[in-house]
């Protein structure tokens, strides 16, 4: 098991992420673990997601303005998030870290578009469903059941 600060929020999490922290450090700090799924009901979604994150985590500042670390809150949002509303058999997203430690979360399946956007610094946490021409919007922690009405259309 490797060394690390264990995240644990039992209220929302059913499985525990050891290492997580280390996201949200400056590569100054040091060498960076690995991060390590545990639990009984670590969700299928999971792995590839934390691979993700671990990927944008390590990438190097490309942004011309500077950029921040991932916000450790953000990554735990995201994941509450994914956890209330992921299926076995739903589409994993597409995962991006903005330039102020936020990560942004994109699904794509035909006319469907969902945008979930978790950034602390610039106060945005929504989600954002298009289907064809309309659009739909509610804050992060309220937008379940929004996901709900195109959830059937986001399987693989």
């Given amino acids: 098991m490797n060394a690390g600060i264990v995240v644990n929020d039992s209220s929302s999490l059913r499985w525990d ?5 280390y996201l949200a450090r400056p590569e100054a700090e040091g060498p960076r673990s690995s991060i390590s799924l ?3 009901k670590v969700p299928p979604w999971a792995v590839p997601v934390i691979s993700r994150m671990e990927e ?40 991006g870290r903005l330039s102020s430690g936020g990560l942004q ?9 969902v945008e979930a956007v978790f950034d602390r610094t610039r106060h945005e946490r929504d989600v954002i469903v298009a289907v064809g021409g309309t659009e739909w919007e509610a804050p992060a922690d309220q937008a ?10 986001l399987h693989r």
């Fill in 17 to 21: 992420v050891a290492g997580l922290d």
């Fill in 38 to 40: 545990r639990g009984e």
């Fill in 56 to 95: 944008l985590a390590a990438l190097p500042v490309v942004a011309p303005g500077g950029s921040s670390p991932m916000v450790l809150e953000d990554v735990m949002d995201a994941l509450r998030f994914l956890t209330r509303v992921m299926q076995d058999d739903t589409v994993i997203p597409w995962i």
């Fill in 105 to 113: 979360l994109t699904w794509q399946c035909g006319d469907v578009e």
């Fill in 144 to 153: 379940d059941s929004l996901f709900a009405t195109v959830a059937d259309r």
